[in-house]
């Protein structure tokens, strides 16, 4: 069952007043070094679809390094990821998502439109019980506390999975609207909760976490170039459906194709796909501001599409190589030695 909806100004408080506490015990730098190397690190882990696959490399590079958190929160993809690590399946999902092809992914779209969705639930229930967590594992039953966060897609208000099933709460977390049908809970439909909160600071704060690590893979979506796309008088000749499943097969990093021209219109689900990300953008820089993290790490992805999964050696590249950028100032905030 879902953990109950919490008002963040009220975690921030009791934040401040633990920390303030605990610092008030403590004089001079080994005095707060030691408070560092006490306290709990939280991983909160963004959304951001097939950019998602660089919390593999993030994650493996700060386990190499030491770096191990007590605490991990995820949103969507971060979710997947979070639960994941937690489950002991690390090392299978980067082995299978190497060695996928662009075939390989496109096996998890249901080529024709559908009312609920444009991924094939089945497939996709299989994979998360294969590679992320066995159907019965329950999130109470994992090694650190863990949460994943979706959107109530009646009220809007953002609901935390801290307790039930964990590929239940990866499904739920993830199901952005579209592509992924909504799934039931209880007396609601919940959908992907990167519409509300995309990096889940605030959920590691409420979960203990003294000091959080946030994963922000929106940072430069909007930087990203528009990829080649087919002739627009083609497409127009073809209809909507052989567009759908034409631009599907050909797996354009948009999904959707778009006019070269920059008077023409462009296509429908290029238009939702950089919808979510300019609102994603949004958000993020929103939550951050309001619930800043200790460090933020930042993936450079934009120029792999929200739908390219057969990219995870890139983006897993990247994740390593940012946690490494980073690692003087995490080691600094958490009082981890070299």
Known sequence: MASAYYFQQFYRKQYAAAYASHAAQFTGRTALSQLATSAKIGLALGSGA???WSHIGIIKTLLREGIEPD???GTSVGAMIGACYLAGNLVKLEKWVLESSRTDVLKFFNIGLTQTGFVDSDRLSRFLYENIAAEDLRIENLPKRFAAIATDLQSGREVWFSEGGVAHAVRA???MPGLFPA?????RWLVDGGLVNPVPVNVCRALGADIVIAVNLNADVMERRNPKKPEPDLLRKKGVIYNLKQTTREYSSSLFPE???QEEAPGLFAAITHSINIVQDRITRSRLAGDPAE??????LAHIGMLEFHRAGEAIAEGENCVRNAL????K?????W
């Open 183 to 187: 799934v039931r809970q209880e007396h």
């Open 71 to 73: 605490i991990v929160c």
């Open 333 to 337: 905030v958490t009082g981890k030695a």
């Open 173 to 175: 977390s993830m199901a």
């Open 50 to 52: 097939s950019r998602g």
């Open 259 to 261: 006019s070269n021209k």
């Open 328 to 331: 003087e100032e995490i080691r």
């Open 295 to 300: 460090v933020v790490i930042a993936p450079r």
